[in-house]
C-alpha cells in the first residue's frame, strides 16, 4: 500500500524558511521521480518542484524558483522541500506525490505564511 507522510508545515512569517519532509513506503522510493505540489484556498492544484529518480534533474515553478528546492534521500524513502524567503502567497497545503505527473498523494501539510 502506497502511503505518503508530510511534514513540517507550519506558521511562519515572510522572509523566513520551512523545510518539508515526506516519508514514502509501499513502493521503490528510488525507481520513481517525486514532486511537491501545493493548493491554495479556492485554487486549482499546482506543481512546485519535482526531482528526478537519482536526483539528477529538478524543475521548479517559476513562482518558486531560486526560493525553493527539492531533495531527496533515497536510503531514507524521503523527499525534502527547503522553502527559504517565504511570501504570503506561498501559503497553501502541500502535497508530496509519486511521480511527475503526480499518481499518489499524501494527506497534505498546512504552510501559512503570515505576519
Known amino acids: 500500500q502506497v502511503q505518503l507522510v508530510e511534514s513540517g508545515g507550519g506558521l511562519a512569517q515572510p522572509g523566513r524558511s520551512l523545510r518539508l519532509s515526506c516519508v514514502a513506503s509501499g513502493f521503490s522510493f528510488s525507481m520513481y521521480t517525486m514532486s511537491w505540489y501545493r493548493q491554495a484556498p479556492g485554487k486549482e492544484r499546482e506543481l512546485v518542484a519535482y526531482?528526478?529518480?537519482?536526483?539528477?534533474?529538478?524543475n521548479y515553478a517559476d513562482s518558486v524558483k531560486g526560493r525553493f528546492t527539492i531533495s531527496r534521500a533515497n536510503a531514507e524513502n524521503t523527499v525534502y522541500l527547503q522553502m527559504n524567503s517565504l511570501k504570503p502567497e506561498d501559503t497553501a497545503v502541500y502535497y508530496c506525490s509519486r511521480g511527475f505527473p503526480g499518481n499518489a498523494w499524501g494527506q497534505g501539510t498546512q504552510v501559512t505564511v503570515s505576519s
Open positions: 526531482i528526478t529518480r537519482l536526483g539528477r534533474i529538478t
